[in-house]
């Protein structure tokens, strides 16, 4: 316990560099979340300004996936507000805070698995592209979603597997197109829940490669267990435990931290 | 009705894809005409009839089942209702005078269909799965109720009857005789199929898809799922209510039964027994149901018992229905190893046959021993007090079950085969 409050005060350093810069791109500012009497997340602040690769790193059960879900609208937060480019958005249903330009990847793949590769990349255009529920149009004959779908088909190397359903592709190709959905609104926030989970050095590698390319001039949140990944990657990182991010800088700041080192870092290192 | 290629360096591939999409329905169109020159008695047309409502009806159901992942076990209130709108307006057009022919009287039942949809459908669809499912059988059964009790909108017990001949004629077309029904349920069979195909192809067509896959995702790509689900319903409902106004046309009433909770088992089952994966699934299944219904109720007692073994069947061992069992074929066709899997189904005919005589057999003798009416099993004739038939029957079901199995078991081995080398071949993912 003790720990944690030293945490706290800890963080709000850390966040005082960004401050409440109206022009963020995801400002979190004291959100909890209960289940029941149990506090998942506890006076949860971050800042991740416009155009930054934020990393979020923390041993297992901290409550990375759930601050991914209390920041894309998956769960609603007990208290406390999330920004997005200066808007509230917490307490906006996920499709909702999609549109306005977020959008996110999941750890566990979640693809549409009985459609096709082509199909679950075209399907995340249709909303960007304005054609919304529309039933009077041909889905095949709308120019700017087929060259935006073979664009992103491109961009992660599954042009050769478009035709396949999504639910027979490999590992790797999964967690690609899994990626591929998430950019192909074109959002300019776009949060990766542990992209490189499972992969082989060679694939993470790839992956990598794949997201700094993708996510060039965006802003971009990602959750990583593969330190490499994360110090390769990361413009920023912020360390969460129990529930509470008890520190927040550059990748140097971040090793230097004797507080991450005992809390995080040491503990993996056994 | 394969899914039409896009890309340009299968412009190739995608032309060939156009003249057999096209022609598929230019045939199926083309059979609509001519089935009743070839059957021509009283019997065929109206077997026909009733084969193309159920096939607009099953289709419609598959907007829910197959296309959103809706499993709806209520949707016969939309039919009903639309046979009901249906009936009703015909009456009104009679009785004021309109100027409206009989060709679009169906319009009117699917606008009551609609209607319903659109009042009810917000609620039904907030959640999918097991919760939509349940409402849908309250919603069913409330309806199916009120209809008995709100005599004015229902008529009762007797239902709400019409004449369809006493409406203004189009094309000097009276709609007296059955042939006439005929080809006006085929032209809306026609144009609905073509509709609800054409809906499949929209953005609303594939998000429905990317719903029923997986609704949680869904939301992270832009989309309300519940709005999705809704206006799903609604289509739904809409040409439900189509089928229901054929109906009403066809039978000239329009009573409590359309919207019961059989009419709404048989449509699912019509749409399951087909296959829900593919668009023309429910059209082989509405033909066969319709077909079995009409055909197994004159031979048999207890058809219904077939119709549970067949659903059964088709749930255990080919859960994508008939579409199902024949689109697994499409890569070996492609791959050219087709040929090497035909001699083992043909082996595979006489014990299965055997295998189902004396299941039919079994069941007729339990059926009919009380009273002894005699079994007629493909001319022979069996008696169903006598011992000769059960150990008949015994034989059967023992012996072709034996055979039957190792026959089965050949099949795989040689579909492994046949799958291994369409999947060398890139054919099979």
Known sequence: MSEAVIGTSEAAIGNGAAGPDKRAAIEVRAVEKRFGNVGIIRDLNLSVAQGERHAIIGPNGAGKSTTFNLISGHIKPTSGEVRLNGDLISGLQPFEINRR?????????NVFARMSVWENVRCAVL??????YAFWKNVDS????????AQILDDIHLTHRRDVPAGLLTYAEQRELEIGITIASGATVVMLDEPTAGMSNAETERAVALIRRLTEGKTLVIVEHDMSVVFGLADRISVLVYGHIIASGTPQEIRRDPKVKEAYLGEEAH | MTTAATSTPKMKAAAGGHVRFYGIWLIGIAALLVLPMIFSSGGSLTSFSLIGIAIIFALSYNILLGQTGLLSFGHAVHYGLGGFAACHMMNAVVSHGWPIPLPFIPLFGGLGGLVFAIIIGWVMTKRAGTVFAMISL????????????????????????TDRTALP??????FGPQIQVYYLIAFWLVLSAIAMYALT????????NAVRDNPERVQFIGYDPHVVRYLAFCFAGFFAGIAGGLAAINFEIANSAYLGAIQSGLVLFSSFIGGVAYFFGPILGAILVTYLQ?????????WQLYFGIIFIGIVMFAPGGIAGL??????LVRAGTLWTVIPSYLVAIVPTVALACGVILTIETVARYSSGDPINLFGIAFNPTSPVTWIAAAVLVVGGSFVARLTWRRIAEAWDRAATVARDRGYLA
Do not use: D
Request: charged content about 15%; proline content about 4%.
């Open chain 1, 142 to 149: 709308l120019p700017e979603v087929r060259e935006r779908t």
């Open chain 2, 326 to 331: 024949l689109m697994m074929h499409r890569p």
């Open chain 2, 169 to 174: 004629k189009m094309l000097g077309w009276s």
């Open chain 2, 294 to 302: 009409l055909g197994l109720t004159n031979v048999t007692g207890v």
């Open chain 1, 101 to 109: 330009g977020l959008s996110r990847s999941f750890q566990v793949t």
């Open chain 2, 201 to 208: 192809r929209t953005p609303l067509g594939r998000i429905c």
């Open chain 2, 138 to 161: 309250g919603i069913g059964e409330l309806v199916a109720s009120s209809s008995l009790i709100l005599r004015s909108v229902f008529g009762g017990e007797a239902g709400i009857t």
């Open chain 1, 127 to 132: 909303w960007a592209t304005g054609h919304r």
